[in-house]
């Protein structure tokens, strides 16, 4: 999966993102959900399928976050 942002009013719903992106349920990582990025921008992110991004616009990488250094 990757990331994607975008412009919403305040307030805006997982549903109004996905429909500003024209995505559905199957495109979208519901369980992470829609985040607010910067309210000031109205700017969020919500994570969707590799194809769902590359239709949306220009994708960002999730890498997964592990522990760094020896362990």
């Keep these: 999966m990757v990331l994607v942002t975008v412009r919403l009013p305040p307030g805006a719903t997982l549903a109004d993102a996905m429909e500003r992106l024209g ?3 199957e495109d979208v990582d519901t369980g992470y959900g829609l985040v607010l990025i910067d309210p000031d921008q109205g ?8 194809e769902a991004g590359h239709r949306t616009g220009p994708p ?3 890498p997964r976050i592990e522990p760094y250094g020896p362990g």
Excluded: A, Q
Aim: aromatic share 14%.
């Design 23 to 25: 995505l559905s349920e």
């Design 43 to 50: 700017l969020y992110g919500l994570r969707v399928t590799e």
């Design 60 to 62: 960002f990488s999730d």
